[in-house]
């Protein structure tokens, strides 16, 4: 099938690069033309795993093409797919203006049927705005021609993007035409073979559900780092609290991590548009702006223990980093938690020597040169004439470091986990203090 996709980030990139490897023939889009230049000469713009050799493959067999020509672009599929950002406006609401400007521009060039699929989250009523958009164009081209539109929310995880669009667990599909259900059900067959993957409903609802989807997952998360700063003040460790109600079959072990916070380009966008999407109607989303203000705060949570541990002595001081990316497996640093430590940091006049085996150039890119922000080549050249080890990102590579060397060359044997890797009591055998998230029983309760 002869597919377009608008936007080549994150979603719309793998999204191709996986239709195409399947055997559809797909035209990526984009207004970026330095991306599009690169991805020419087989030069990826993100980290994801597997999805380099995807990518090149499908290129030079023909099936996946890259342009900045929107007409052509039209012009190619029958599908269009709109899989640009959606990033928060200024009051957080979700800014749609990239993606009525693909709807317009679908609406100028279209010369036969389309159907416009929106991959991009968006709140609830956009399928109707990206209908309206691309009817009045028309109606101003004088054009009788039919479309869709239909909404088909993107679910994957970055940093297991390509698998997890190979293999999706599920295929959210809102639409009230048997016709395009049709044609959604041929393009997406291929991945849809063992079971039915398919979860088909009307367009609102298809809209709500990606949002509930990352909102639960925001909420879980808040949910675990309010119950590690209770533990921490009881005298209690969330770890083992974490396991105790992991074995629940009902709660499950699944995203009960504590941690400094959740980051990425969805939770925290995605839990604010929702909040204004509740507000814009008039009801007041208490559970999801508590989400909000715990994760707000439990980005602070390592800047308070380094702080207190110094007493608010950071002047001049040197912090080894590790863990740029807001997760493991990604080179994405947006709202990563890392940014507000470092930001933090600075701004109390201490200098950070960083690594991140993704990130680098990415935080290069978003700091650029600075004397308080030295990015070092490995992990253990940050700890050089660094008073102590902050842990942001949880990176395979992090998790059983040499202890020794870690210690021989920090000034200060001291080590604030925000992703617990550590145990407690062994870091303190081998002559650190530790900090981590919720680890009460370490350390004296407040009560
Ligand atoms: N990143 C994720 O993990 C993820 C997961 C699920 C859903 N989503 C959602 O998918 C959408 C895209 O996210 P992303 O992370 O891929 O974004 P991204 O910022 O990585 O990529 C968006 C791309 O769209 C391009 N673009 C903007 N306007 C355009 C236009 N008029 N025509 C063609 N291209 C245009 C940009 O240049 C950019 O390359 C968002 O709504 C996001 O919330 C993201």
């Known amino acids: 099938m002869k597919v377009t996709v608008f ?67 039209v012009a190619h599929g029958e599908i269009q797919f709109i899989a640009v950002g959606t990033p928060p406006d200024e009051d957080g609401s979700a800014d749609l203006k990239y993606v009525t400007a693909v709807a317009r521009t679908i609406a100028e060039h279209m010369t036969s049927y389309k159907v416009i699929i929106d991959k991009s989250t968006v709140p609830v009523g956009t399928a109707d705005k990206v209908h309206e958009v691309v009817s009045e164009t028309l109606k101003k081209r ?43 059900r041929e393009l997406y067959s291929p991945f849809n073979r063992n079971h039915d993957r398919m979860v088909i409903m009307d367009i609102r609802s298809a809209e709500l559900t990606k949002y509930a989807a990352n909102c639960m997952l ?53 839990v604010q548009a929702l909040i204004r999407t509740a507000e814009h109607i008039g009801y007041q989303p208490e559970l999801l702006q508590a989400v909000e203000a715990v994760n707000a705060r439990q980005k602070h949570k390592l800047f308070s223990f ?49 690594f991140d085996p993704e990130a680098m150039e ?32 949880e990176w395979q590579n992090f998790r059983a470091p040499d202890f020794d060397l870690i210690k021989a060359t920090l000034k200060h044997p001291v080590v604030f986990d925000g992703r617990n890797l550590y145990e407690p009591e062994r870091m303190n055998q081998r002559g650190f203090t530790y900090y981590g998230i919720g680890r009460g029983a370490s350390v004296n309760p407040v009560i």
């Not at 609290?241 to 966008?269: A, E, L, M, N």
């Not at 990415?362 to 253990?380: C, F, P, S, V, W």
């Open 7 to 73: 936007g080549i980030g994150y979603v719309g990139l793998v999204q191709a690069a996986v239709l195409a490897e399947v055997g559809h023939d797909v035209m990526c889009v984009d207004i970026d033309e330095t991306k599009v230049a690169n991805l020419k000469k087989g030069i990826i713009p993100i980290f994801e795993p597997g999805l380099t050799p995807l990518v090149k493959e499908n290129y030079e067999a023909g099936r996946l093409i890259f342009t900045t020509d929107a007409k052509q672009g």
């Open 142 to 184: 004088q054009s009788e021609l039919s479309f869709d539109v239909v909404s088909n929310p993107e679910f994957l995880k970055e940093g297991a993007a390509v698998s997890d669009c190979m293999k999706p667990e599920r295929i959210v599909i809102g639409t009230d035409n048997e016709q395009v259900l049709d044609l959604i």
């Open 218 to 270: 925001a909420t879980k998360i808040s949910f675990m780092n309010e119950m590690s700063n209770l533990a921490e003040m009881l005298g209690a460790d969330i770890e083992k609290v974490r396991q105790g109600i992991g074995s629940d079959s009902r709660i499950g072990y699944h995203f009960i991590y504590p941690g400094c916070g959740y980051g990425g380009s969805c939770f925290p966008k995605d």
């Open 306 to 354: 380094v702080q207190r541990h110094f007493n608010g002595d950071l002047k001049g001081r040197t912090f080894a980093l590790w863990g740029l990316a807001f997760k493991p497996n990604t080179d994405d640093m947006r709202e990563s938690s890392s940014r507000v430590l470092m930001e933090a940091l600075w701004q109390a006049g201490a200098k950070v020597q960083a």
């Open 362 to 393: 990415e935080a290069q890119r978003i700091y650029g040169n600075r004397d308080d922000l030295l990015l070092m080549g490995t992990k253990e050249a940050t700890l050089h004439n660094a008073d102590a080890l902050i842990i942001c990102t």
